[in-house]
């Protein structure tokens, strides 16, 4: 009796074909996916500020003016200091740089910027460079 080779595996047309459409998938896909990713951290700057925004408002009613730095929302010596007003360290941006804060006081109104550079940490810039303001 004759034995019946039988060949496990795929060729190397078949093998190229696959890799073929893959590649042209990813070349579709990939550019639609990373620019998912640049909205996705601008969305998450937001939120974050957003938090940061409503620690800073607590700690302007029970002190009377808002801090001068955002570490002053987990720590402070002031008599009136009821915190900490932020769960945890207050965190970077979406791209490792910290938020850009400054207290401002003018015509007797407490109020304060907060924003995140974007990915290149400068002020200005356009795409991912751009600024995220609240």
């Known amino acids: 009796m004759k034995k019946l080779r039988t060949n496990k595996g795929f060729t190397l047309v078949e093998l190229l074909i696959v890799m073929v459409i893959l590649g042209l998938l990813a070349s579709v896909v990939a ?9 996705a951290r601008e969305g998450t700057a ?5 938090v940061l925004s409503t620690a800073l408002d607590s700690y302007r009613l029970d ?5 001068k730095e955002l570490n002053e929302l987990l ?5 009136m200091w009821d915190g900490p007003y932020f769960p945890k360290q207050i965190p970077n941006d979406p791209w490792g740089n910290p938020y850009s804060y400054k207290a401002i006081s003018e015509d007797g109104t407490e109020k304060f910027e907060l924003k995140s550079l974007g990915r290149d940490g400068k002020p200005g810039g356009e795409g991912e460079d751009a600024d995220v303001e609240l």
């Open 75 to 79: 720590q402070s010596n002031h008599q």
């Open 46 to 50: 937001k939120a974050q500020m957003q």
């Open 31 to 39: 550019p639609r996916m990373f620019s998912k990713v640049s909205t």
């Open 63 to 67: 002190i009377g003016y808002y801090p």
